[in-house]
T-cell receptor, first 111, second 116 residues
Framework: DAKTTQPNSMESNEEEPVHLPCNHS???????IHWYRQLPSQGPEYVIH???SNVNNRMASLAIAEDRKSSTLILHRATLRDAAVYYC????????????FGTGTSLTVIP | EAGVAQSPRYKIIEKRQSVAFWCNPI?????LYWYQQILGQGPKLLIQ????????DSQLPKDRFSAERLKGVDSTLKIQPAKLEDSAVYLC??????????????FGQGTRLTVV
C-alpha cells in the first residue's frame, strides 16, 4: 500500500522554481524516500532519493523534514519538459524493496 | 546502456482471449518487477522476482494472471482469460541488486493493453 500523500495537481510558470510536497507520516527509521516522475506515454524515471539529509542532483533537490514525516521535491527552474506526474515513494526496508506508487502530483508548466 | 525492453507496445484483444507480454531487463539486473497502471492511477505492483524466484506476488490475480522468469533474465506476464478491467499499461522495471540503498529502478515504456 502506498503510504504517501501528495496533491493531485500543481501548476508552475516556466523558469520558476517548483516545490512539490509529500506527506509520509508513518515513515519508519530505515525507509528511504524516493521520487520518480512519469512523462506522458513513458514509464516512470528516477529523480532523486534520500534518507535523512537534504539531497541535490542535476535534476532536482530533495528537502526532508527533520522528523521525516514530510518531504519536498524542488525543481529549481521548471521547463516545459518537466510537465509530468511526480510520485513520492517510500522504499521500505522490511518489505522486500518493492516500490509502491500512489496517485502522484500532475505538474503543469505554463509557458 | 540499453534500457528495459518490453514488447509489444500495444495490444488489442477481445475479452476471454489470452495475451502475453515480454520484458528484457537491463543486463545484470537481478530484480524484476511487473506493474499494472490503469488510466489516471499510479502503477500497481503485480509481482517481483529476485533472479528466477518470486519475492512478492501478493497483488497478482492468480486466477487469471501468471508470470515467469525461468532463467533469471527475461520475463513474461500472461493473462488468461482477459477481462475488460484488465485494460491498462503493463510496466516492467528492473534494479541491479535487492538493496534499498540502490538508487534507481529502470522502467520500460510499457505495453498498452486494450480489452474489448
Amino acid at each position: 500500500d502506498a503510504k504517501t500523500t501528495q496533491p493531485n495537481s500543481m501548476e508552475s510558470n516556466e523558469e520558476e522554481p517548483v516545490h512539490l510536497p509529500c506527506n509520509h507520516s508513518t515513515i519508519s527509521g530505515t525507509d528511504y524516500i524516493h521520487w520518480y516522475r512519469q512523462l506522458p506515454s513513458q514509464g516512470p524515471e528516477y529523480v532523486i532519493h534520500g534518507l535523512t539529509s537534504n539531497v541535490n542532483n542535476r535534476m532536482a533537490s530533495l528537502a526532508i523534514a527533520e522528523d521525516r514525516k514530510s518531504s519536498t521535491l524542488i525543481l529549481h527552474r521548471a521547463t516545459l519538459r518537466d510537465a509530468a506526474v511526480y510520485y513520492c515513494i517510500l522504499r521500505e526496508s522490511n518489505t522486500g524493496n518493492q516500490f509502491y506508487f500512489g496517485t502522484g502530483t500532475s505538474l503543469t508548466v505554463i509557458p | 546502456e540499453a534500457g528495459v525492453a518490453q514488447s509489444p507496445r500495444y495490444k488489442i484483444i477481445e475479452k476471454r482471449q489470452s495475451v502475453a507480454f515480454w520484458c528484457n531487463p537491463i543486463s545484470g539486473h537481478a530484480t524484476l518487477y511487473w506493474y499494472q497502471q490503469i488510466l489516471g492511477q499510479g502503477p500497481k505492483l503485480l509481482i517481483q522476482f529476485q533472479n528466477n524466484g518470486v519475492v512478492d506476488d501478493s497483488q497478482l490475480p492468480k486466477d487469471r494472471f501468471s508470470a515467469e522468469r525461468l532463467k533469471g533474465v527475461d520475463s513474461t506476464l500472461k493473462i488468461q482469460p482477459a477481462k475488460l478491467e484488465d485494460s491498462a499499461v503493463y510496466l516492467c522495471a528492473s534494479t541491479l541488486v535487492p538493496s534499498i540503498r540502490v538508487t534507481e529502478a529502470f522502467f520500460g515504456q510499457g505495453t498498452r493493453l486494450t480489452v474489448v
